[in-house]
């Protein structure tokens, strides 16, 4: 079967053209090669490759930038998305689409349902959301898969950023009143891959939008706490730096961020056989990869 892989170059994208299980054709094509905002360019790359199933990991995620720059945020979130949902539909092949759990308001103190409300607070949120609708609306044959606080081998995330910092901070401060649940970007690839295969083997999934994350929740200050103890242990960092809980007035951004992302991922284990995994796990076998 031949894939399509768009944002083949983000955290998702690498993990994805990495994973990729041999008896797939893969053509993972980076914003260079596919602008997926670019209708023509994406009916003319479809045409030339001729895949059978779209994972589209392409995404515009700079969530504060978004803030003043939603023209650009919606033509990737929204449009884009769209233009991949328009070509799939008339090919008849699907779309894997991934979202955010941006799209919630982040108020809640339960996880999030795949039923509940939308209701996202920032133009990051807001353009994925649009996105969603359009996959939805456009393409029957989808799966949009909500996840949360992604980090990896790859590309920019927390993990990274707190590492780095370790190298010149010896104190630090990090939010301990935002929850949610980290999810590596190869777990989220590995689902994918699930998906895609169990489509080949029976030609069809169960199609829709479903919530997936590692697990358990924690707070971004008990993320950094595991991986400055994790990274101690691989003697990736000689020391830990100590790591104050702060509140998220004291660490203001254009944007705001949920308090609350923790998505309720039943769904996705019920009607596709994902299961979740542990994110310390999930955080150990990505600090081995970078001790090596
Ligand atoms: N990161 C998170 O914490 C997080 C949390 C929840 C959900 N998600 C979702 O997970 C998915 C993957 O995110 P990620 O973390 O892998 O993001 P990422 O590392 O920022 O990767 C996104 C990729 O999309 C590419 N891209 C941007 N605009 C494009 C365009 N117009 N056409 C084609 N490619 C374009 C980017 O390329 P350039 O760098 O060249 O622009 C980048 O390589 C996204 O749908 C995101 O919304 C992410």
Known sequence: MR????GAQGQVGQELT??????????GLGSNELDISNPEQVVSRIGEFKPQLIINAAAYTAVDKAETDSERAYAVNAKGAENLAASAATLGIPLLHISTDYVFS?????????????????VYGASKLAGELAVAKVCT????MRTSWVFGAQGNNFVKTMLRLA?????????ADQH?????AASIAKALWSLASHYRNNGKLNWGTYHFSNMPATTWHGFAEEIFSQAVALKILTKSPQVNPINTQDYPTPAR????????????EEKLSITQSDWQDELREMLKGMAI
């Open 106 to 122: 982040g108020d809640a103190c339960t996880p999030y349902k795949e039923t509940d409300p939308t209701g996202p607070t920032g």
């Open 18 to 27: 990495r994973l990729a299980p041999a008896d797939f054709s893969v053509i």
């Open 180 to 184: 949610g649940c980290p999810t590596s």
């Open 257 to 268: 961020r949920p308090s609350w992302s923790v998505m309720d991922c039943c769904l996705i």
């Open 3 to 6: 894939v399509l892989i768009t």
């Open 141 to 144: 044959q989808h799966v949009i």
């Open 167 to 175: 190298q010149t901070r010896d104190v630090l401060g990090v939010v």
